[in-house]
């Protein structure tokens, strides 16, 4: 005769404290799960109340270091888990599950093993939506729902599908509906049906919004930015688009929407009321950091901030940052022969980088859906082994549709400055060999443009997405249209897609494509028809979130430079000390692969990345360059979870030699540039280490 579940429970607990009296303590060092298929070992973890020690209590290789958390073995509760499991996989629609156990004492360790059979499930055979045919869509919202016909009978899935339709009932103008559930279950033939019937209520529009908890902060700024506005009929999800437009103003330390009543006014009155209670952040906030980068050495930065700056809900920042210390002027220190290695043969590294910005930001402009900005700033920046821009300007944009689903940015700068790059690369583009040429090209120029840029974010967190799927699109002119210089006209596009799936619980394959292309116009410079992209324009790659078999910039067009004659044999030279300058591309295309799964010790914390990387970077019209075909770097590495986000460690091999290019001599004593006819091809180096690329990031590569 088969016992029922309550009787099973009494003796179970009776059993169990009469054990727990008897028993000596002892900790978990193993939990372990077999025959799960329908729940993973995670999900059956959480559901009991004993846990397994820590890593290193538990990992026969650093338990002698005698460190780690030693959680203690509780029989009682052991007992009493026994019953957790059969209750979740009941609720889960395993009717006929059944729990063995499998435990092995020593003197002061315990290793348990819960073993599970399964069994066939109860599937749902039919189920019904009632009373809201001339409300919603029955059959596409039953395709929506998170429950469907054929599926074990899961008792929180259909709690899921009755909040699915509720929802969709709020947002349809019913603030008081409700769904009711029934359902029938045959445990004998494994068979279950169910109904879920809506009981609407009346449909309302919103009528008076009460605002409370606002002291400094006046009250109009805040009904700006509500999307929940008198007379629109009631939708829910306008509730949590206020409360998220609220929030992200940095006034408040809290937002929370409701509903004023939780139920009906009597009457008859067919409106509801919104309340919105706000509670204040301080309105004026200082901020101030510092770090270390391979490109950066040291940096430090800081700003200022003022929200609800005159009213309105506006906010002025003042920033300012700065870069590159221990190595350029006026901070050198003598790190680049120590710390800042990395930066040793870079010669955009010779002045410290800055950045100053103010920056006043109008939310609600014309609308809650847009935001208006406008910043002034001044900088000096470089990119490695690329170039250096310096420069004083105006940018001003409006995003429309703001921090809803997809935001578009129409924006425009103005700027005044001058980009140098090495001098052989004007040598080489454009024939401007001599300094004075090249301090023409370099000299203090207008730049105008307009950027409209896009972006459609789907992902479940910024820092760290595991599932979703990310979109941008960049589209950038300049020209003489917009007050740029004859120098600086250009169309600008880049596209970017990525996409994240979860495999499991801490595992995620992801993959990004990105594609970009410049088509400048044709101008007569020097005396000839060329085509003429700023350094600071054009397009690179490599480097830790690009191709990461190539270090930063290195992947594409290059030319080399040499400033040392080593020997001179009747007409032929040779020549020393050469070095790489990458050139950059007007085309670029790169593509990566990444499998990120937990690490077997600490996989909470540490997660291992597989990868394949792939890209080019190509300058159309250029008939001298042998670039071709795209280079795939496969790598693996290493990811820390911290609060920041994920740091990285990734090694990529590449199996390709660097590209050739020809050779340009600089003469030390006038700086002229010339070329030598010469190509230099450095081969492929020699051993697998020596083709292991490593680098160092913060955040995920895509």
């Not at 009493?80 to 003197?107: K, P």
């Not at 509801?272 to 901020?287: F, Y």
């Not at 006819?677 to 492929?684: A, E, N, Q, S």
């Amino acid at each position: 005769m088969r016992a029922s579940l309550p009787v099973l429970v009494v003796a179970v607990f009776a059993a169990a404290r009469l054990a727990a009296q008897q028993e000596p303590q002892r900790v978990v060092r193993g939990l372990s799960f077999e025959g799960n298929h329908a729940i993973d070992h995670y999900t059956l973890s959480a559901a009991i109340a004993t846990t397994n020690s820590s890593t290193f209590a538990t990992s026969p290789f650093l338990r002698w270091l005698g460190l780690g958390e030693k959680r203690p073995f509780n029989e009682l509760e052991f007992r009493r888990d026994v019953v957790r499991l059969l209750l979740l996989y009941r609720q889960s629609g395993y009717m006929n599950a059944v729990i063995d156990t499998v435990v092995r004492r020593e003197a002061r360790d315990v290793y348990v093993k819960f073993r599970i059979y399964e069994g066939d499930p109860v599937r749902l055979t039919r189920l019904d939506v009632l009373g809201v045919d001339s409300i919603l869509d029955v059959p596409a919202v039953k395709r929506a729902l998170p429950l469907q016909v054929g599926d074990p009978f899961n008792r929180a899935l259909f709690q899921a599908s009755a909040d699915t339709i509720v929802g969709r009932l709020k947002n349809r103008g019913y603030p008081y509906a409700d769904v009711l559930r029934s359902y029938d279950v045959d445990a004998a033939a494994l068979r279950a049906v169910a109904g879920l019937e809506g009981v609407t209520g009346r449909r309302m529009r919103v009528g008076e919004v009460i605002i409370t908890g606002a002291g400094h902060v006046d009250t109009g700024s805040v009904r700006r930015m509500l999307s929940v506005r008198p007379g629109d009929w009631f939708r829910q999800d306008q509730l949590y688009v206020t409360q998220r437009d609220l929030y992200g103003l940095g006034m408040f330390r809290s937002v929370n929407v409701v509903l004023a009543d939780t139920l009906p006014r009597s009457g008859g009155d067919s409106t509801v009321r919104v309340m919105v209670r706000v509670a204040e952040a301080p309105l004026r906030r200082i901020r101030i950091g510092a770090g270390y980068g391979s490109l950066d050495c040291f940096r430090a930065q800081s700003g200022w901030t003022a929200y609800d700056f005159l009213g309105g809900a506006r906010s002025l920042d003042l920033s300012g940052q700065v870069s590159k210390l221990g190595v350029g002027f006026p901070a050198d220190a003598g790190f680049r022969d120590n710390v800042c290695r990395f930066l040793q043969n870079d010669p955009t590294s010779d002045t410290a980088n800055y950045n100053a910005t103010l920056a006043l930001r109008q939310p609600a402009f014309l609308s809650p859906r847009h935001t208006a900005s406008l910043a002034l700033f001044a900088e000096r920046r470089s990119e490695f082994r690329a170039y250096t821009r310096q420069d004083i300007g105006v940018n001003v944009g409006v995003t429309f549709n703001a921090r809803r689903e997809i935001p578009l940015t129409v924006a425009y700068s103005y700027a005044v400055g001058r980009t140098t790059a090495d001098p052989v690369r004007y040598c080489k583009e454009f024939l401007a060999c001599n300094q004075a040429d090249q301090s023409f090209l370099a000299n203090r120029r207008r730049f105008g443009a307009v950027t409209i840029s896009g972006v459609r974010g789907r992902v479940n967190s910024v820092l760290d997405p595991s599932a979703g799927s990310l979109i941008q699109m960049t589209l950038v002119h300049a020209s003489r249209l917009v007050l740029s210089d004859t120098l600086y006209e250009f169309n600008r596009g880049e596209l970017e897609l990525s996409r994240y799936y979860p495999v499991s619980r801490r595992s995620v394959l992801a993959w990004r494509i990105r594609g970009g292309t410049i088509l400048p116009q044709r101008i007569t410079l020097l005396g000839q028809s060329t085509q003429f992209v700023p350094p600071d324009q054009r397009f690179y790659a490599g480097g830790p979130n690009s191709v990461r078999g190539y270090a930063r910039n290195e992947l594409g067009p290059r030319v080399y430079v040499a400033d040392t004659i080593l020997q001179v044999s009747g007409a032929d030279t040779t020549y020393g000390d050469i070095k790489a300058s990458p050139t950059g591309g007007n085309t670029v295309f790169t593509a990566n692969l990444e499998l990120r799964v937990p690490t077997p010790i600490f996989p909470d914390r540490v997660r291992l990345g597989l990868f394949v990387d792939a890209g080019q970077v190509w300058e159309r019209g250029d008939t001298l360059s042998t670039v071709s075909g795209l280079r795939v770097t496969p790598g693996v590495g290493l990811r820390f979870v911290t609060p920041l986000g994920p740091v990285r460690l990734d090694a990529a091999y590449n199996g390709y030699p660097p590209e050739p290019g020809q050779v340009y001599f600089l003469n030390k004593s006038d700086k002229s540039i010339r070329a030598t006819g010469k190509t230099h091809d450095p081969g492929l180096p020699p051993g697998f280490w020596r083709r292991v690329v490593v680098q160092f990031a913060v955040g995920q590569a895509f």
